[in-house]
Each structure stands twice: as C-alpha cells, then as structure tokens.
Antibody
Framework: EVQVVESGGGLVQPGGSLRLSCAASGFPFSTSGMNWVRQAPGKGLEWVSYISGPSVTIYYADSVRGRFTISRDNAKNSLYLQMNSLRAEDTAVYYC??????????????WGQGTLVTVSS | EIVLTQSPATLSVSPGERATLSCRASQSVSSSLAWYLQKAGQAPRLLIYGASTRATGIPARFSGSGSGTEFTLTISSLQSEDFAVYYCQQYNNWPPWTFGQGTKVEIK
C-alpha cells in the first residue's frame, strides 16, 4: 500500500524558518522524482519544487527560489523542504507528490494529505 | 510559463446529470494534460493523464478529451461523491508544472 505522509508544518513568524518532511512507502522512492505543491487557503494548487530520484535535477518556482531548498534521503525514503525567510504569502497546505513517468506522460500520482504552514506574527 | 484557464468556475449539476468541464492552455501542451479531483480537506487525486487515459481505479463515467490547447473532462452521470473541485495540470513544458484555477462542481 502506498503511503505519503507530510509533517513539520506549524505557525511561524514572518522571516522565520521551517523544515517540512515527507515520508513515503509502497513505491520505489529512490528512483521517483518528487515534488512539493502548495495550496493557499481557499485557493488553487501551486507547484513549488521538484527533485529527481538521485537528486541530480532540482527545480524551484520563481516565488520560492533562493528561499526554499528541497532535498531527499533515499535511505530513509524521505523528502524535505527547508523554508527560510518565510512570508505571509507562503501560508498554505504543503503537499508532497510523486511524479509518475508513464509512457511519456508525467502526472503526479501519489499525494500526501498535506501539512499546514501558517506565517503570521 | 503556460497558463491554464478552466471554465466555468462553478458548475451546478443535479445528481445523475452530465457535467462538462473545460481547460484551455495559453500555448499547445500536446496531450500532456492531467485532471485531478479534490474533495474538501483532502489531497488531490489523479483522474486522467495523457488528456484521455483514466488513472487506476477511476470509474468509466470520467472521460477526458482534447489536445493542443483545448481540453474537456466529462462526467457522464454525476454521483454524490463526484461533487468536488477539479483541476487540470500541464506537464508538457516544465518547469514550472502549472495548474488551472479549478472548477467547483456543486449540487444543483
């Protein structure tokens, strides 16, 4: 059974830092590209960051580049997002999602339930 | 960056009726488009990829069509569990992966 579980969210002041974690099981994590996707309260989905299986390829959305750092530990089947210099507009539920390469398509097939990050003074 | 525009923003449909949702891309994404369903308080769930292929376990009442810049998700006969928000996503030109703003399907 596939499981994806995020943790680490919480309330943080503007300018502060937070580290999110995502624990995955039930699929070949070490060879799977992984993403962070966020959803502000009452809003739509926004892709945040991607990391390839061996951590060779990393991408960031313009809105977080230079402030957020994605990483992974394949020995622990875990994905991370280090968030620094947080702003009010970073307030969102953060989801961990697998990129599924299937016959030339690359949808996101496995998602966690998300962890809420609130940036407020 | 490819912008996806979904319409309508809200669709009011009676149970058992047909629902048609649209997604338009600002430039061609070929068939590299997925649809997701999100119920309140839950994570998104993959419905359709490759514009028309149903994901594992998705009922046949969900169908996707289109290519290039115009895409449609059709739900042939709405069930109670289908009332939710639907998002399209393109993965033809990335990064970034982009999503539409969503269509809420509500009970009429």
């Amino acid at each position: 059974e596939v499981q994806v579980v995020e943790s680490g969210g919480g309330l943080v002041q503007p300018g502060g830092s937070l580290r999110l974690s995502c624990a995955a099981s039930g699929f070949p994590f070490s060879t799977s590209g992984m993403n962070w996707v966020r959803q502000a309260p009452g809003k739509g989905l926004e892709w945040v960051s991607y990391i390839s299986g061996p951590s060779v390829t990393i991408y960031y959305a313009d809105s977080v580049r230079g402030r957020f750092t994605i990483s992974r530990d394949n020995a622990k089947n875990s994905l991370y997002l280090q968030m620094n210099s947080l702003r009010a507009e970073d307030t969102a539920v953060y989801y961990c999602a697998r990129l599924w390469p299937v016959g030339g398509d690359y949808p996101f097939d496995h998602w966690g339930q998300g962890t809420l990050v609130t940036v407020s003074s | 960056e490819i912008v996806l525009t979904q319409s309508p923003a809200t669709l009011s449909v009676s149970p058992g009726e047909r629902a048609t949702l649209s997604c338009r891309a600002s430039q061609s994404v070929s068939s590299s488009l997925a649809w997701y369903l999100q119920k309140a308080g839950q994570a998104p769930r993959l419905l359709i990829y490759g514009a028309s292929t149903r994901a594992t376990g998705i009922p046949a009442r969900f169908s996707g069509s289109g290519s290039g810049t115009e895409f449609t998700l059709t739900i042939s006969s709405l069930q109670s569990e289908d009332f939710a928000v639907y998002y399209c996503q393109q993965y033809n030109n990335w990064p970034p992966w982009t999503f539409g703003q969503g269509t809420k399907v509500e009970i009429k």
